[in-house]
Each structure stands twice: as C-alpha cells, then as structure tokens.
C-alpha cells in the first residue's frame, strides 16, 4: 500500500508537482501517464526520494518515507529506467547482483537469486551472466534491467517508461513479461508512461498528470468511458477509445452459445483481437476455445460491436 | 603482373635514397669540439662490408616502396635497423685511427635519417598488425634488450657519444635517476591533489570554471620563466619557516623543479579527471542512485572506473610531458639529463648534448607506449567477449 498525500514539489517559482493524493492498492500495478512536462516522472522519483518533495508525506504500508535514510530506503524499492541505465563496466550478473551486494547479502544467496531471475527471462545464466552489457540486443538489455530492479525482492517497483526505448514487438514481449512477473511476485508497481495505449494494457489503474496536477485517477475503463476534462479525452484518443475498451476484455468474456466455422481463438485472447481477425477475415462469427482446446462456443461481430459501445 | 606502390613506401624509399647516397653516414672529428669531416657509408666501413650495408639498405627500401606481405616489411625493416646498429659501431672502429684517443666519430644525417626510414617502416608495420597491448609493450622491451645488448657488448663504444658516457659514467647514472625521480615524483604529487581537485569540480560547478582557468593560466607561463618565479617565493619560505630548509627546500635545486613540474601538471590531470566524470552515462549514475548506493558508493563503484581511461590519458600526457620538461630542471640546479645538455651547449659538444637528450627521449618514448597500452587494456577490459 503506497499513499500520497498532498505532495507538492516546487523549484523556485515554477510548481513542477501540485497537490497530488492518490493510494495504491498493494500488488497492483498503478500507471501514471501524461505528456512530457507534466509532472509525472518527478512524481514517481519523490517516492524512493530520488527528489524531495516540496510539502506533502508518502507512505509505504504505513511508515512515512522519510523515517529511513534515503539510499536505505531506495534499496528496499525496485527502481527501473529508460535506456535500463546498466553499468557498461560490470558484467550482467553483476549488474543484476547490485542491490543484494549493497545489502550484504551472502554469496551463494546472490548467485542464487541472480540465476533465479535469469532464467525467468529467459537469459542463460551461464552463457549470459559473465557478458558485459554493450554485447546483449536491446531487449536482453531492458530485460536485465528490470531484472536487477527485481533483485532484492522489493515489494515495489517504481519504473520510468522502462519500455520507451524498445521496438513495438520487444516492447510487447517485455509487457508481458512484466506482467507475468507481477503476478508470479505480487510487486507493487508503478510505472510512468506517455503511451495510453500502454497505460490501458497494463494498468490496474491510470493517473493522468497535466501541468503537475492530478486529473483523474481510475480503473482503464472508467477512464475511457469518463474522462474527467478534455485534456483526458485527448490522450485517450477519440478515434482509439472502442478499440482501447475491446483490447480491457478477454475474449471468455465476450462468449455467445452456438458454433462457427474455421480456426479458434484463445479464450484469453483480447476481445480486440478477436474483432480484428473477424473483420480481416470476413467472417460473422469466429469459434471459441478454451485453455485445454476445448470449444467454449463463439464471438461475434454483433456482440463485441456492442461491447465497443460507450458504456451507459 | 602490374607493380604497385606503397603510400608510406614511397616516401621511405625517397629517404632512403638520399641517406644512403647523398647523405654522410659518419662524421670524424680530430678531436670533441672542432668541426667534422663528412664519411659517406663506403668510406666509413671496411671495404669487404660497406656495399654490404647498401645492399641491405636497398633492398630493404625496394621492399618498402612496393606492395609486398605485411611480415617482409617486418622483416625488411627489422634487418635493416639492426644492420645500421652494428655497422655504426663496426664504423666507429675503422675510422679512428690506431690509439688515438682524442678523435671522435658520431653517426652523421645520412645514418639518423636511414634509422629514421626504418623506424617508420617498423612503425608502419606494427600498426598495421593491430597487436595487442601486450604485444606492443613486449616490442618495446626487445628493442629495448637489443640496444642494451649493444650498449654492453662494448660494440658503440668507439662513438663518441659514448666516449662522452665513459668520461661521466657515474653522474650519469646519478643525474639519471634525479631526472626520473622529478618526473615521477611531480606526477605522484599532481595525482595526490588533482584527482580530489578534479572530482571536486565535477561535483560543484562554481569552483569548475575558476580553477581550470587559474590552471591553465599556469600552464602558458613558459617553464625557464617559471622555474625562475619560484625561486624568491621558495627562497623566503627556506629562509622564514623553520625545519623548511632541512627538508631540502630552497629557492634553487630540486624544490623549485618539483613545484614547476607539479604545477604544470595540474592542468591535464584536473582537466581529463573532470572531463571522465562528466562522461559517465546519465543513466547509470541516476540507476546506481536509485538502486540506493551512497554518494561514495557510487563514486569508486560507478563514476571512477568508468572515468578511468580519461584519466590516465590525463596521466599519459603528464608523464610524457615531465620527463621532456625535467631536462629545464637543471638551469637552475635541479638536475637531470639536462646537465648534459647545458654543459654541452655551453662546451658546443654535441656529443654531450645528445647525451642528455637520447635517454631523455627515449624515456618519453618509452613511458608513452607502456601508458597507451594500459589505457587500452583498461578502456577494452569491459568490451572484451568472454568466451567461458
């Protein structure tokens, strides 16, 4: 549980972060989005005090963010970047083994954890771990990153547009990942992004920022139905706002009795997708299975036209 | 077939030509200070070995000049270099006449300027062997044991350089070792205050501006002009604080040349220390802040050794720069290789100046390809693909 209470963040003249409440849910993953200038990366760096706040408290579970030195305190929260900010001069299991090191951690303990984590991304500890970071691509790159943020299994994780530098295919590789991992962990997770689409993907929740101030503060769908002001609308995207409500649900969810012809779809694919390969496809109806191959029955473009509506 | 011609071999062939057939190989000289006689290669070596010498030279050249393997021109230029190496000492036998102990013979332009070809051949070649540093500093250390080699066996010891040698052996070792121990002593000292002072005016920025510029304005005073400035200033402290005398200092001698050289000194260490740390990645500061490492932590854990080659390209300019300025040193009594050279302007030896100035060369030399292959080594560690 993280709560913001009242933080302000002022340089001289200019309010850079003004009055900001909100409380994140323990094991949920709150984005906070807006455009550049908005306040949002300082917002997210005034939680581990990489900047201090002007006036205002933060807790974590209860306890005031400030009862611990700073550099304490940061090592108790997983921290994650654009450009992964690995040290070219350190190999990637001792990038990954930074935090547990600064913590005092016993060797085999550190080799275990980085082999741990490692694997969960799909980096071979033995071929990858003794190789410096400039010979990984840029995915195995960011992979590590967040893997060294995970190290010391903090029970936050703060990241600031972690995947801003990737390719749209890496990025969504490394979104699913993350969210696989978060589930696996149970991490607390805060991220910063200006990509709404991102934003309604991974959030459990979105703050919009604009101009230091929090605008709204939801579940996707809420603000995609809702938007509180026209600055939201806008990033929300009028022309995007269907689609971005479709790509919230799972297919499972949008199942109609009878059957259809040709290839299944995945139960848990997104209930866009499934539009999409109708629509590509020709097709009124496309059939449903579940998990185990089973058929479950079918979608249909009626149903999720419908679906795609402004809800009431 | 067609024949083509090397860039560098051109040039090299050029010289060449002129140093072996235009040029004198050797001079003779009746005694150290008067005037000498020019000796072409045929009329400085035996009968039987200077066309011998030509042939090599030649030969060597025309290799050079053409297309031909990388390890021929190595091995062209290696011949070459060791040939003219033994030949000016087989030279200097023949040409001083039978127990005459006041003649001198030195190696004229024509045998500089061949060593020279053959050196840049050398050059040429190990470039583009693209050796590793390990490889570079072992080169040095067998031309090293080869010179040293000729040195002992005695086979120079008719040149007159080293006749000037034979006559100082014992302050040349003594003046050796000052020499060194300035230039070292001036760096370890400029290491101590400027790497704090560096990281200092990394840290704060209003103290960056004034101290490069007071540091630079020190390092265009030029060195006699500031060798003398020293003197009053280290004259009173001698004089009015007590014990400082004891200690060696003084307006003249070593004191003064340490505080020059260490004040030159200053400038590349501060410079490349402020330079590396403002080169380190943004990102992996602000990663290694926020992952919760200590301001020192994140000083010798992170900025330091990614700083670290600037800096000891810094240190690499010093060096060098020292051991060549030290020579200055002994204008106002501190010693050094430029003993030598100022007693020998002051008698117009040549032989004495050279004296001083080849060590003091090659020490440069010397001490600026060890340090390449240190920074090399230290800047690749991290790029290196470890095959486990």
């Known amino acids: 549980m993280i709560e913001i209470e009242g933080i302000t963040k002022r340089y001289d003249a200019t309010t850079v972060v003004d009055d900001v409440s909100m409380l994140i849910e323990p094991r949920t993953i709150a984005v906070i ?138 990025r969504n590789k490394a979104q699913e990942d993350l969210l696989a991992i978060q589930k696996r962990f149970g991490t607390t997770i805060i991220l910063v992004t200006h990509d709404m689409e991102e934003a309604v993907h991974m959030g459990d929740k979105i703050a919009v920022m604009d101009a230091g101030k929090l605008v709204q503060y ?39 009795k009878g059957t259809a012809e040709g290839e299944a779809i995945p139960g848990d694919a997104s209930q866009r997708d499934a539009l999409a390969e109708l629509l590509w496809s020709g097709r009124p109806a496309l059939p449903v299975k579940g998990d185990d191959g089973k058929p479950l029955g079918r979608v249909t473009v009626d149903g999720l036209v419908k679906r795609a509506a402004r809800p009431a | 077939m ?78 070459a270099l060791a040939a003219l190496a033994i030949l000016i000492g087989v030279a200097g036998d023949f040409l001083t006449p039978e127990g005459n102990t006041f003649a001198r013979i030195s190696p004229a332009s024509g045998f500089w300027l061949l060593i020279f070809a053959f050196t840049l051949l050398l050059a040429d070649v190990l470039t583009r062997l693209n050796l590793s540093p390990w490889a570079r500093v072992g080169v040095l250390v067998v031309a090293a044991l080869a010179i040293g080699l000729l040195l002992v066996s005695g086979s120079w010891n008719s040149l007159s350089i080293l006749k000037e040698y034979a006559n100082r052996a014992d302050s040349f070792w003594a003046e050796g070792s000052k020499h060194v121990t300035l230039a070292l002593g001036s760096l370890a000292a400029a290491a101590v205050v400027g790497l704090p002072l560096g990281i200092l005016c990394h840290r704060v920025d209003k103290l960056r501006a004034g101290v490069l510029n007071v540091l630079n304005i020190i390092q265009t005073i030029p060195s006699i002009a500031l060798f003398g400035l020293l003197i009053a200033p280290l004259g009173w402290v001698a004089t009015h604080v007590p014990g400082a005398a004891s200690l060696g200092i003084r307006g003249i001698g070593t004191a003064p040349a340490f505080v020059a050289l260490f004040l030159y000194s200053l400038l590349p260490v501060v410079a490349n220390t402020v330079v590396g740390l403002a080169g380190v990645p943004r990102a992996a500061n602000d990663a290694a802040r926020g992952m919760g490492m200590t301001d020192r932590q994140r000083l010798f854990g992170v900025e330091f050794p990614l700083a670290f080659p600037v800096i000891l390209t810094g240190i690499r300019i010093v060096l060098v720069q020292n051991i060549g300025l030290a020579t200055i040193a ?59």
């Open chain 1, 218 to 256: 939801a579940r996707p769908a809420e603000i995609l139905a809702k938007p509180a002001s026209a600055f939201v609308e806008t990033l929300v995207g009028a022309s995007e706002k269907p689609f971005r409500l479709l790509s919230l649900g799972r297919v499972r969810d949008a199942v109609e």
């Open chain 2, 2 to 79: 067609t024949i083509r011609f090397d860039k560098l071999g051109v040039v090299i062939a050029a010289i060449v030509a002129y140093a072996a057939f235009a040029a004198p190989f050797a001079t003779f000289r009746a005694n150290r200070i008067v005037p000498g006689e020019a000796r072409s290669i045929l009329e400085s070596l035996p009968t039987a070995v200077g066309p011998s010498l030509l042939e090599i030279v030649v030969i060597a050249a025309i290799i050079a000049l053409l297309k031909t393997p990388l390890i021929l021109r190595l091995v062209a230029s290696v011949v």
């Open chain 1, 33 to 170: 989005v807006g455009t550049s200038g908005s306040g949002k990366t300082t917002l997210l760096r005034m939680i581990n005090r990489l900047v201090e706040p002007t006036a205002g408290v933060i807790k974590l579970d209860g306890a005031d963010n400030r009862s611990l030195p700073g550099y304490e305190l940061r090592r108790s929260i997983g921290y994650a970047i654009q450009g992964h900010g690995l040290f070219p001069h350190r190999t990637v299991a001792q990038n990954i083994a930074t935090v547990p090191v600064l913590l005092g951690w016993d060797k085999a303990r550190i080799k275990a954890r980085v082999d741990e984590l490692m694997t969960l991304y799909q980096l071979d500890p033995e071929a990858f771990g003794p190789r410096y970071p400039h010979e990984l691509s840029g995915g195995q790159q960011q992979r590590v990153g967040v893997a060294r943020a995970l190290a010391a299994e903090p029970h936050v994780l703060l990241m600031d547009e972690p995947f801003g530098a990737l390719d749209p295919i890496i």
């Open chain 2, 330 to 388: 002994a204008l106002i009594g501190g010693g050094g290789f430029g003993v030598f050279v100022f007693q020998g302007v002051g008698q117009t030896a040549m032989d004495l100046v050279l004296l001083g100035a080849v060590p003091t060369v090659a020490l440069a030399f010397a001490a600026a390809i060890i340090l390449d292959a240190v920074i090399e080594m230290t800047s690749t560690r991290r790029r290196e693909v470890q095959t486990a």
